[in-house]
């Protein structure tokens, strides 16, 4: 059977806003909002990337006015956080593994669906990191928590290196999902490591 490219990216994106619905949600639960705000943070912060993408691009209907099952998508995955979060031992630390995952799944599809929409590769790369981070800006502004792309540890730099190897991967033509699978796991170790080790990028900003 031929592989199937254009569901593999459309999975990924289903993903995608799965996992940012949740990362949303589980604020939500820190803000101990009722399931209605759950559903709409989840809401937001899932499909929040992906609308400021089509918006640029001209894409319009954006996605999920075109499929609403990406909205019907983000709604499930709000409620049943809603039931799982008071069980969770840390929200703080399932959200940020949440965002970390839903970073490096969104800036590849980001990049794809821009390239899809015949992008120069430059425009492709941006959007693949707009994607990724601007659901997560729109959960902290809503919910008025710190911004976590002010974060110290690397952040935007993951989605851009993750967009890179998905873009660079496509260019030179790899096996069928070697550049959706390269580019995710690039910009998610890349986030782990920064989480797990704090690491940063040099700063003249920063006091140490």
Same mark, same amino acid.
């Given at each position: ?9 459309? #999975? ?23 399931? *209605? ?9 899932? +499909?929040?990337?992906?609308? *400021?993408?089509?918006?640029? #691009? ?5 996605? %999920?006015?075109?499929?609403?099952? %990406? ?7 709000? !409620? #049943? ?15 940020? %593994? ?6 490096? *799944? ?7 669906? !821009? ?5 120069? !590769? ?9 994607? !990724? ?15 976590? #792309? ?30 959706? +699978? ?18 940063? *990028? ?7």
């Amino acid at each position: 059977m031929a592989f199937d490219f254009t569901a593999a990216v459309n #999975l990924m994106g289903l993903a995608a806003v799965a996992v940012f619905s949740v990362s949303g949600a589980l604020d939500a639960a820190r803000h101990k909002m009722d399931i *209605l705000g759950f559903m709409l943070i989840g809401t937001a912060t899932g +499909i929040g990337g992906g609308t *400021l993408r089509d918006v640029l #691009l001209g894409k319009m209907p954006v996605f %999920w006015i075109r499929e609403p099952v %990406w909205i019907v998508v983000c709604l499930v995955a709000a !409620a #049943l956080t809603y039931f799982i979060a008071p069980r969770l031992a840390s929200l703080t630390r399932a959200l940020v %593994w949440m965002d970390a995952v839903g970073l490096a *799944l969104f800036a590849v599809v980001g990049t794809e669906v !821009a390239l899809n929409f015949e992008a120069p !590769a430059l425009i492709a790369v941006c959007m693949g990191v707009m994607t !990724a981070t601007f659901g997560g800006i729109a959960r902290d502004v809503l919910c008025g928590s710190n911004l976590t #792309l002010m974060n110290e540890e690397l952040y935007i730099t993951t989605a851009l290196a993750g967009a890179c190897t998905y873009l660079l991967l496509n260019t030179v033509n790899a096996p069928a999902n070697y550049d959706l +699978i390269g580019g995710f796991l690039v910009a998610f170790v890349l986030r782990a490591l920064a989480i797990k080790y704090n690491i940063k *990028l040099p700063n003249a900003y920063r006091k140490e």
